[in-house]
């Protein structure tokens, strides 16, 4: 390595690597190494800095020994983890009650009229679609998928066939890595399910809870916080939902009536009679949140407030999100979709714990 300052090495072109400065201790490299860099810089070295040549591809380590030069190495490193922009590859897949469907002239399709960069898998029934993007923000790569999703169910539906999102990998471009890498589909270590496991199910779907284990396998396949809260809370409503209960009885509406066309002022008026009797048996002894938290308390033999104020935050989440209009959920924060990814574990836990199908 020659022999010149930081300084003038970042000038001249050198890049601080992603793994940017580390403490001579703590730096990847064999014991030897240290021992002699320590021993050459008379134990004045402190930190280790990774840079590279793009130029020219080569690569070094640059021994701090100096504050004024571990400054600029930290400097250097912060901007070389900032984040310039994101790639995004998302895995597609159709599937068919005819079989495996080969999705070549499908991908043609959606290349044509989207111009996107689609291409097709390894496995003839996959493909990908690849997004980019500038800047430290993933709410353009929430849009696309948006976007990604409505092309989809038109395929859906002109084709009869179903086109769905499989997976998401996010890319982030940084400063130090000007390309994105990709984590790929994550391998999971399958969880065997047992015979009890399937007389369960059996169980639920003869009580006629069909459309349950529907909104179970939307609410997994689903790739946004927004979808699984959902499908989410339509599952605990399907399994713990009961009759609301009138707060009065017939025989009371029918006194409180009797009572009110005794006032002057009601006693012609019929349509706002009309209108008191139909708003009595429009009230409940508990509203919705309140029944759900009672079936859940019951079910899981938990402490029945403490679901309430669970179950209250999960509907006014799940309000916002079904009620929100498209184009304000794709400038939705990640703080916002964060706020609901915090909660979705609780529900999961409900509803396979009531299906059977929890594993630890």
């Not at 005794?262 to 008191?276: A, C, F, N, Y």
């Amino acid at each position: 390595m020659p022999e010149k300052s930081l300084k003038d090495l970042l000038q001249e072109g050198w890049s601080v690597h992603m793994r940017g400065v580390v403490p001579l201790a703590d730096a990847p490299l064999p014991i030897k190494k240290i021992e002699e860099i320590r021993e050459l810089s008379l134990g004045r070295a402190s930190h280790i800095l990774f840079i590279h040549n793009p130029a020219t591809g080569e690569r070094e380590t640059y021994v701090i020994a100096r504050e004024e030069d571990l400054e600029i190495a930290q400097e250097a490193t912060r901007r070389a983890r900032q984040i310039t922009g994101y790639s995004m590859r998302v895995e597609c897949g159709a599937r068919s009650v005819d079989g495996e469907v080969t999705v070549g002239e499908y991908v043609l399709n959606l290349r044509d009229v989207s111009g996107w960069n689609v291409e097709v898998a390894d496995q003839t029934s996959y493909f990908h679609v690849f997004f980019t993007w500038e800047g430290n923000d993933k709410q353009p790569g929430y849009a696309m998928l948006q976007k990604l999703e409505n092309a989809l169910v038109a395929l859906s539906i002109k084709n009869k066939i179903g086109f769905e999102i499989r997976n998401v990998s996010w890319g982030p471009k940084y400063n130090g890595q000007p390309f994105a890498i990709w984590a790929g589909r994550p391998e999971q270590v399958p969880k065997p399910i047992t015979a009890a496991d399937i007389r369960r199910i059996s169980q639920v779907r003869s009580t006629g809870s069909e459309d349950i284990f529907l909104d179970v396998v939307r609410y997994f396949s689903s790739v946004t916080p927004e979808q699984k809260i959902i499908f989410g809370f339509s599952i605990l409503e399907k399994l713990f939902n009961t009759p609301p209960k009138q707060a009065f009885s017939k025989e009371e509406i029918d006194k409180i009536i009797v009572s009110a066309v005794g006032i002057e002022t009601l006693s012609d008026d019929d349509p706002r009679v009309s209108q008191i009797r139909h708003a009595l048996s429009q009230i409940f002894t508990k509203n919705r949140n309140q029944r759900l938290s009672e079936g859940i308390s019951a079910s899981l033999g938990t402490d029945e407030q403490e679901v309430y104020e669970r179950v209250k935050e999960l509907s006014r989440l799940r309000g916002r999100a079904a009620h929100t209009p498209q184009a304000n959920q794709e400038r939705a924060s990640e703080d916002a979709r964060s706020e609901i990814s915090r909660k979705l574990p609780w529900i999961e836990d409900v509803f396979l714990e009531l299906l059977g199908q929890k594993h630890d």
